[in-house]
């Protein structure tokens, strides 16, 4: 199992990014959260096989309807210790 850490630029906030990214985590298997951060940004720790890991990575890329996005920053993410998927408060 590996984590990472994905941060969404774009018109990634008031579309619907993180119930997407929700949902698709969740069809991934995957563990962790997502939320908006003060930047405008978005947010994601996942943790999983590197497959699915990767697979989420493409669909950040696409996003919902609604977003353009404009960059996805990866990197090595520290071990979530979370249960399920969830969508966090936003991060002031």
Not at 20 to 32: D, N, Y
Not at 65 to 76: K, N, Q
Not at 77 to 91: A, K
């Amino acid at each position: 199992m590996r984590s990472r850490r994905f941060v969404v630029s774009g018109r990634v906030q008031g579309v619907g990014f993180r119930y997407f990214v929700l949902r698709e985590a969740q069809a991934l298997g995957l563990t962790g959260w997502v939320r908006n951060l003060a930047t405008g940004e978005v947010e994601v720790m996942a943790l999983g096989d590197e497959a699915s890991l990767s697979t989420l990575e493409g669909r950040l890329w696409q996003g919902p309807p609604r977003a353009r996005v404009a960059a996805v920053h990866s990197e090595e993410g520290d071990p979530v210790s979370h249960e399920g998927f969830s969508i966090l408060p936003t991060r002031w």
